[in-house]
């Protein structure tokens, strides 16, 4: 596959967008103030070579090959170094050069290219993070230093819907300080945003792009990104505003496997192939505001808005008792059972999620050794997935041999016999809805004063207090018909095939909601109230929507106080961080209890306290190398 390039083009620092075709000048770069010369990033020795292989490629493809983009990234990844060396704590930084020049879909793919970070991919994309082998619900995470609440049923921030264009530098603190919330045992993570003090005068920076998948054979996947920043004289100051907006679409095809186990030497349990075809889509805005006086104070507001979509169908065929039910007859990888039964599954659904952040505060100079600086905050967080059907067909038992070769064990090759690949041996064994609602909101205040004594010592202390709210609300229906329902039947059709060795048929994406048209038009009531879409004359109930529902059912409401004081102490090639935090949490469960049906309303409170002594010492041993403790 050949891709044809615009132009000879040499770009160095993003933040001022100096471009220059490298046919007008071979002179393409500009040293700014207080940095290297630029000579660092394209050297006399550098400059023939990459001109001699455009020579050469255009010698080459002369007529498919006319430009080549040449990005410089010494010069953020000094800056990111640089922020890292000077910082009091052990952290990992990504600037903002650095996250637009990658091909990373979300922040999620940005932050691991930081040392001690591990991403957990969804269909190819990162999605959860882990911080120093720290699962992702025992770290924090803030934007613009506020936490942020979490879209799902847990405390860990899924990070996928979250575009990295969106952000200005993100840092992972490995070490904590007393002015730092306590509660992360893994790490911190900080989302920054931009603002227009980021940059001298107006700033513009616009966007496009796309990609192709062999899978999808689509580029129809856009990944557009605008940004605007500058600053006005006002008063006796200076007003900035800046915003950022981010739009993406990426369609994705994935094909994979799951192997229920393994017995001594052969597969014993159930076995699925997925088929997925999705579109994910990514919204964002930022909006930040700040005054900036002549005297020293600054006021801020910051605002952080997210919004994603996954549409999704999966196809899935499940071996089903047959891998356990049979002994299995070895031939080198290749494993034969005598029969086999399978569950063809269609599911149709989509979800949708949101993340938002308010921040609104002041820095005021009150003296020349003394700040205040105050901040009130909201964190708002929702997913709704309350858009998800599935219908699932199943065989009987066919007493015909089926083979499973495990010769390339990434992709095992399952044979079934000509009887699982008609439509007519499936009916169904159950239509299913599920209806969930997870939302999180955190608000608080918080101040902080710092005060910088005669000598070499600046001390800090400041309170913070945080209100959060997390609910979760799930109605889940299953419906089994009355009467056999054939695939053959309804409308389904033969996916891309399996890992490239089954194409079995499986309701359609539209069939799969079609179902719900053949249920009754009432409704019908749980034990605990709560409803679920009346059968009708063609299904029934599966028995399993009070224990699924009820128990699923909670709110979570959490209080933390807070109050830290510290000093940093200075020396000739030391720095001392030290201090105490401490903190007050009263927590309170609320939910539904279940005994055969709705058995109450349960309450649990959990209410702690504690001390966090803190000491970070930072050493100068040699103008290129620091050692922390």
């Not at 999605?127 to 936490?147: E, H, K, P, Q």
């Not at 921030?157 to 264009?165: H, Y």
């Not at 805005?285 to 549409?311: I, P, Q, W």
């Not at 169904?428 to 005669?454: H, Q, V």
Request: aromatic content about 10%; charged content about 25%; overall charge negative.
């Amino acid at each position: 596959m050949a891709f044809s390039l615009p132009s000879v083009i040499f770009l160095t620092r993003m933040r001022n967008h100096i471009v220059t075709p490298l046919r007008q000048s071979a002179r393409a770069f500009t040293t700014l103030p207080g940095e290297p010369e630029m000579k660092n990033l394209l050297t006399k020795k550098t400059l023939p070579l990459a001109i001699g292989l455009v020579v050469a490629a255009s010698a080459q493809a002369q007529d498919s090959i006319d430009e080549i983009l040449v990005v410089g990234s010494r010069a953020s990844l000094a800056s990111a170094l640089e922020k890292q060396r000077n910082s009091d704590k052990v952290v990992g930084v990504i600037d903002s050069d650095a996250i637009g020049n990658f091909a990373d879909i979300n922040v999620a793919e940005s932050l691991r290219r930081i040392p001690g970070i591990m991403v957990e991919n969804d269909q190819g994309e990162g999605r959860y993070v882990t911080v120093r082998g720290m699962n992702t619900d025992l770290n924090a995470m803030t934007i613009n230093g506020v936490s942020t609440a979490s879209p799902e049923d847990r405390r860990g921030i899924i990070l996928d819907g979250v575009p990295s264009d969106l952000l200005d530098s993100m840092t992972v603190y490995k070490t904590l300080t007393p002015n730092l919330d306590a509660d992360t045992i893994g790490g911190a993570i900080d989302l920054e945003t931009i603002t227009a003090f980021s940059y001298d005068d107006m700033f513009i920076r616009l966007k496009a792009e796309t990609s192709y998948n062999e899978l999808t054979e689509d580029a129809d996947n856009p990944k557009l990104a605008a940004t605007f920043t500058n600053r006005w004289e006002l008063g006796a100051g200076e007003f900035g505003a800046a915003v950022v907006l981010s739009d993406q679409s990426r369609r994705i095809i994935a094909h994979n496997n799951e192997n229920g186990g393994w017995g001594d030497v052969a597969p014993n349990d159930d076995y699925e192939m997925r088929y997925y075809d999705l579109t994910r889509e990514r919204e964002g805005v930022v909006l930040a505001l700040d005054y900036r006086t002549d005297s020293g104070n600054s006021y801020f507001f910051n605002m952080f808005h997210n919004e994603y979509s996954d549409k999704e169908w999966r196809a899935k065929w499940e071996t089903r008792d047959g891998l356990e039910d049979n002994d299995a007859v070895a031939n080198g990888s290749v494993f034969s059972y005598a029969n086999g039964k399978v569950d063809t599954e269609s599911r149709n659904r989509t979800e949708y999620r949101e993340i938002t952040s308010l921040r609104a505060g002041a820095d005021l100079q009150l003296t020349d050794r003394s700040r205040l600086e105050f901040e009130f905050f909201t964190s708002e967080a929702e997913q709704d997935d309350r858009d998800r059907q599935a219908v699932i067909f199943r065989s009987d038992t066919i007493d015909e041999a089926f083979t499973y070769d495990n010769s390339d064990p990434e992709k095992p090759i399952v044979t079934f016999p000509a009887t699982f690949y008609d439509p007519s041996t499936f009916n169904l064994k159950a239509f299913e809805r599920e209806f969930t609602l997870n939302t999180d909101e955190d608000t608080g205040a918080s101040f902080d004063f710092y005060y910088s004594l005669a000598g070499n010592t600046d001390l800090q202390f400041g309170g913070k207090i945080r209100q959060r709210e997390k609910l979760n609300d799930l109605i889940f229906c299953a419906y089994e018909p009355v009467n056999d329902i054939n695939l053959s039947s309804v409308n389904f059709v033969t996916p891309n095939q399996f890992l490239n060795t089954v194409a079995g048929p499986t309701a359609s994406f539209d069939q799969v909601k079609g179902f719900i048209l053949r249920l009754g038009s009432g409704s019908a009531s749980l034990s605990d109230g709560s409803t679920c879409q009346s059968p009708g004359p063609e299904f029934e109930f599966s028995g399993d929507e009070n224990e699924e529902s009820i128990p699923a059912d909670w709110v979570t409401e959490e209080d933390v106080m807070s109050a830290y004081a510290m000093a940093t102490t200075t020396t000739d090639n030391a720095t001392w961080v030290y201090g105490l935090r401490y903190e007050d949490t009263d927590t309170t469960y609320r939910g539904k209890a279940f005994d055969g049906g709705f058995a109450g309303f349960t309450r649990f409170e959990n209410n702690y306290d504690f001390f966090a002594p803190s000491v970070n010492v930072k050493f100068d041993v040699a103008e290129d190398r620091v050692v922390r403790v």
